[in-house]
């Protein structure tokens, strides 16, 4: 599954069963975030206020080089940001 031009970890794919996570939610924090983190170049945040959820921030990590979606969540921290 690609998402944004970017496949799913099987980490990720785990998650997208156990949390309550819209598919299209992930892609617009990718292709629109209101945040994003260089942490190194194989991983990258983008954070994206999810208004339809609770107006909490959604992050999804992803590594450029691969074109991966490592994993994805809910960032209790960034709530204060907003």
């Known amino acids: 599954m ?3 031009e970017y ?3 099987t980490h ?3 998650r997208l069963e ?3 996570i819209k598919i299209d939610w992930i892609e617009k924090t990718i292709l629109n975030p209101d945040m994003v983190k260089t942490v190194s170049d194989a991983e990258v ?7 339809e959820f609770e107006s909490r921030f959604l992050k999804v990590v992803l590594n450029p080089e ?3 979606i490592v994993t994805f969540h809910f960032d209790r921290r960034l709530r ?3």
């Open 18 to 20: 156990d949390r309550e």
């Open 12 to 14: 990720a794919l785990d």
């Open 7 to 9: 496949r799913l970890s």
């Open 80 to 82: 204060r940001w907003k």
């Open 45 to 51: 945040h983008h954070f994206k206020l999810i208004e």
């Open 2 to 4: 690609k998402i944004a």
């Open 66 to 68: 691969k074109e991966v």
